[in-house]
């Protein structure tokens, strides 16, 4: 683990790490979010400013088979189901292209039962990150409180959280949108999918990153969750602590180390194009992050909707996680889900050679 000195030595640094002004934040959005816009840091997010401190004064990591850096895979699993307007969005683009079979597995999938539907695709996406050597986290669900909609209900999805353990991919919880300052919910919702998938789920991330520093860590620790990969802008790509790299969170209340893993959360689907609108400046943005990340030896951790993985609408963003395995299995990274990454930080992650 890093050696905490080294960062506090610096206050600036330290005050980004422990994100110190997120402890009393004299402005946070319509979910009760701090977003990057309100940082003080909003200019240099980009960049792992900690990471890249660190790296400079020895510390070094280590990855299976030598590896340079990290890729930490991930899904939320927001959608079972296509909502009304994702049915219809997805039916006109397969209409404008001409594309019957499209057309029949968007609109009809109903008639056919529930595992038809097209957000039912965990299997593809093994499949396609498999063909790359990689594996990934899916993060479900466990929940009947939303601010929406009820979403679905995990039981529906037992034998197939069986087929994703039995592949060698992960299942974690998706806090629901309350759980993120509520121990007691947090705690229920692990139990429900616990029971469901017959095994027990160390890796969480909450709903609409919903987030308080420092009590979400707290009470992701005395839940039991042995990782929280929650940490992450809602409104921009990049580095909200200045980390490409798994760390212990700091209590600044109460002066000590949380007792969980945090992989802080660098690019997610929907930030990405909603920041840079486009596929070409989407990928120069999520290359520009991959080799920044590569360059410190860290993890770069990719949040990319199942839903988003099998919607015409958004048929350039499937395009572009498939770019994005593409281009980080030819740079030789490490893929994998969260779970693997704890297991391999804890055991192996970092040292300081100049000590």
Known sequence: MFQIDDIRQREELWDLYTRKEEYSPLQVDYH????????????????????????ENGHTMEYPDCKQFAVCLTHDVDEIYPPLKHTSLSTLTCLRRLDLNGIREQALWKFHGKEKSPYWNFREIMELEGEYGARSTFYFLATDRDIRRFRYNIWDLEGELGQIVD??????????????????????????????????????????????????????????????TTLGYPDMVGFRNGMCHPFRPYNLYNDTEVNILEIPLMIMDSVLFDTFKNYDESWRVAKMLIDVVASCNGVLTINWHTSNLNCPFRSSWSRLYEMILKYCHGRDAWMVGGDDIRKWWCQHGCRNDSK
């Open 167 to 228: 592949q060698g991919w992960e299942v974690g919880l998706h806090g629901g949108y309350y759980a993120y300052n509520s121990p007691e919910e947090m705690s229920q919702e692990k139990g429900q999918l616990e029971r469901v998938l017959g095994k027990q789920v160390t890796g969480y991330r909450n709903h609409y990153l919903r987030f308080k520093v420092p009590d979400s860590w707290e009470f992701v620790s005395k839940a039991g969750f042995q990782y929280d």
């Open 32 to 55: 009760g979010r701090f977003m990057s816009t309100y940082s003080i840091n909003r200019n240099n997010v980009l960049e792992p400013t900690v990471s890249r401190h660190l790296i």
